[in-house]
């Protein structure tokens, strides 16, 4: 059964009932960088110098396993191996000439019998550090007095038949240049691991179903309607059969497997959103999540009738999908990737909807905007009439990290950078990638100040944080390449004080996942910075993804942010993000001068890739695009619904478009667009253009649409192109190709 979705909303329904994503910018002058965090002074205590550095080495045993980056990431679970040869080398560059005090290396059993430690100015010219030392698996730790920009190991004999091989190569002193502002935080070592905290409740498939039952009954009683309410959720199935269960997912909980692989937790039964809270309306099922489980629903089809910041990750559903809720009322976009359906993903009145590197069965139904890329099984490209939008193969992409159980312990699975990808990662065995122990792991807790977790990161632990609610008076900075950042449960962060509450380093390799920014009372610049201003380096073979991460402005608090996500570093890949000003909330958290925001994404790095974009209401651009080499697959916006007139958006009367490509920009490329207007304070108001790009030759759009959804005007698509959506015409306005 076809059920397009209504072409006027009924009376007393919620304003949310026409939603779209969309992507917020903010001008450039108003956009504030940061400082990397540099090493101390040589005066200073011992800093740790080489990690996250650029490493290479004479040969390696396998360049895609066992790399020369792996022996300076901080990560003592992956390793340099070189070639079964005499001699070889590795070679850390540390960016500046800086006093050496120590060298620490961490041999596999593959040591070497003698080395030494060489020092160099320039990279070519080297001179011996240290004297021909015998090594010996394990730690070694060597006392070095060297000034230099490059510090290696030579290995002169090995011990065994094998290569040399590093789980770690540590560089430590301090600069020889000016002493930097910024000093890491100081305080006894934290520990790695501990607790998940009492938000997580853990289930056994030896327990009673009943039980089970009873306990998710309970937390989605609690959670069904608490939509800003404190409370955070993660409910996690260890591996083995569960049957007869329906767990019904609310708001802020998250669902998960702690299976290597989906099929390690099976479902007999289901689990489910619906709508029957909002009478039939999924428009405000915001804040949930389901991951790496496979079901076997009791009728057929698994019910999923959700909008906007609800991922369905790693699933193996066997039948149906269904987006819709019971009696097939609104529903307004959503998100699958890395999952398995082997009957109809249906749509149904799903009015957009992105699904990425999956396989279906089938694909029922469409509305405005469906969007597939690198999906087995997706229907014909066919836009507008259907309007389909479907590429082949995800260009560049690695699956969000995710916590599971090996030999009973927990740890963090990182699977590997794909490229020109289909299909999920574990259809023919265990996805490819890393396992991280949870002892590498800081597992921040509520309470824990930014001070404490700025610790744990500068000595070296990647983080996770315990659902529940942090407020944060220091931005929290991630500094080493290849750190994991991860969030449970909807952890969410809160700044103080109007700071910026995270920012990365411009380094290779770090991974945030899971993460909800909800913006304080007093404004902040930003709520995430990848990378400071001028970021230049090089990521592609290693770049820093952004996965299920959230942005909140209003509706819980009356918050303030002029930007929600800026990203400077290169090769950058956002994969999955709401931006979102409120449009509703708890009483005077929302209005116009109320929870005031500009932007929601603003993007100066090269190369930068987005899958599933959902931006809206924002004051200004809702997303500007600055760099080069740019790629959107997909984006869902609403523009703000308050504006009390044209001349108080924007002085010239025109509004802001959705979607801004900047005038300097030479190349980029987006598909399946759509920005919609419900002007509901002044159906008066118009915005000029949806998206706005400049014309020559080497910026493309392709699939992209606007539409009134019966409140105020969109004038043109793009560039004054396309026809005008009007509100006595609830029906897109599209251009399949510009220019």
């Given amino acids: 059964m076809v059920i397009p979705a209504p072409s006027v909303a009924p009376a007393g329904r919620s304003r949310r009932r026409w939603r779209l994503a969309a992507t917020g910018a903010l001008v450039a002058t108003v956009v504030a960088g940061f400082g990397a965090v540099t090493a101390l002074s040589a005066e200073a205590a011992e800093t740790l110098l080489s990690q996250g550095k650029p490493a290479t080495a004479s040969s390696s045993e396998n360049p895609g396993a066992f790399p020369a980056t792996a022996a300076v990431d901080g990560n003592t679970g992956t390793r340099w191996a070189s070639a079964f040869a005499d001699p070889q080398w590795l070679q850390v560059d540390l960016g500046a000439s800086s006093a050496i005090t120590r060298v620490e290396l961490n041999w596999e059993a593959a040591y070497a019998r003698t080395f030494r430690i060489q020092t160099s100015l320039n990279g070519t ?184 910041a609800a991922p369905f990750r790693r699933m193996d559903i066997h039948g149906d999908l269904n987006l819709a809720p019971n009696g097939y009322g609104w529903a307004s976009g959503g998100y699958i990737a890395d999952s398995r359906i082997s009957g109809t993903e249906g749509q149904y009145s799903q009015q957009q909807w992105f699904t990425r ?56 699975f990182v699977p590997n950078l794909q490229t020109n990808a289909a299909g999920v990662t574990w259809a023919n065995g265990n996805t490819a990638g890393t396992s ?39 931005t929290i900075n991630v500094t080493r390449a290849n750190t994991v950042v991860m969030g449970l449960g909807y952890a969410t962060i809160i700044p103080d004080n109007g700071v910026t509450p995270m920012q990365v380093a411009d380094v290779d390799g770090v991974k945030l996942a899971g993460l909800f920014f909800d913006a304080g009372t007093t404004n902040s610049a930003n709520l995430l910075v990848i990378g400071p201003n001028g970021s230049s380096a090089n990521h592609a073979g290693n770049p ?41 909330g708890n009483a005077g958290t929302y209005g116009w001068t109320v929870n005031t925001a500009d932007s929601g994404l ?83 108001v118009h915005s000029a253009n949806g998206f706005q790009a400049p014309v020559n030759g080497g910026v493309k759009l392709h699939n992209i649409f606007t539409i009134s959804l019966a409140s105020g005007t969109i004038d043109h698509v793009v560039n004054n192109i396309g026809a005008a959506a009007t509100a006595d015409q609830v029906v897109p306005r599209t251009v399949t190709n510009f220019p």
């Fill in 125 to 308: 010219t080297w001179a011996d550090a240290t004297a021909a030392t015998a090594g010996a698996a394990g730690v070694q730790s060597l006392p070095v007095s060297a000034t230099a920009r490059y510090v290696r190991m030579y290995g002169t004999e090995r011990a065994t038949q094998y290569g040399y091989s590093l789980w770690e190569f540590k560089v430590f002193g301090g600069t020889t240049g000016t002493p930097p502002t910024t000093t890491p935080p100081t305080g006894p070592t934290l520990p790695g691991g501990g607790s998940l905290g009492a938000n997580v409740t853990v289930f056994d498939p030896t327990m009673s179903m009943a039980s089970i039952q009873s306990t998710a009954d309970a937390i989605f009683k609690q959670q069904e309607t608490n939509q800003f309410g404190l409370q955070r959720n993660l409910l996690a199935f260890k591996p083995g059969t569960y049957n007869g269960l329906n767990i019904q997912v609310g708001f802020n909980t998250s669902v998960i497997g702690l299976g290597q692989n989906p099929q390690d937790v099976r479902i007999n039964g289901d689990i489910t959103v619906d709508a029957g809270w909002f009478q039939g309306n999924a428009t405000q099922n915001f804040w949930r999540s389901v991951e790496n489980m496979s079901v076997y629903p009791v009728s057929g089809a698994n019910r999923w009738a959700v909008s906007q």
């Fill in 357 to 412: 590197n999956s396989t279906i069965g089938s694909n029922s139904n469409a509305v405005w905007n469906q969007t597939f890329v690198g999906v087995q099984g997706a229907p014909a490209a066919s836009y507008p009439n259907p309007p389909y939008t479907v590429i082949g193969q995800t260009p560049v992409i690695r699956e969000k990290p995710y916590l599971y159980q090996t030999n009973g312990q927990y740890a963090v």
């Fill in 436 to 474: 991280i122990p949870l002892s590498q792991f800081y597992v921040a807790k509520p309470g824990d100040s930014a001070a404490t977790i700025n610790q744990a990161l500068a000595q070296g632990l990647n983080l996770m944080f315990q659902p529940g609610i942090y407020h944060v008076n220091q």
């Fill in 544 to 584: 820093t993804t952004v996965q299920d991460v959230f942005f909140r402005i209003g509706g819980s608090i009356a918050g303030k942010a002029t930007n929600s996500l800026l990203v400077n570093s290169n090769n950058t890949i956002i994969d999955h993000i709401w931006a979102w000003r409120a449009d509703h």
């Fill in 602 to 684: 603003i993007v100066n790095g090269q190369n930068v890739t987005a899958y599933g974009l959902f931006v809206e209401h924002y004051q200004k651009t809702e997303i500007l695009w600055n760099g080069n080499g740019g790629r959107t697959y997909f984006l869902q916006n609403e523009q703000p619904y308050d504006p009390p007139s044209n001349a108080v958006w924007r002085s010239d009367g025109v509004g802001y478009p959705a979607y801004k490509v900047a005038d300097s920009v030479s190349t980029h490329e987006a598909w399946a667009m759509g920005s919609y207007a419900f002007f509901q304070n002044n159906p008066a």
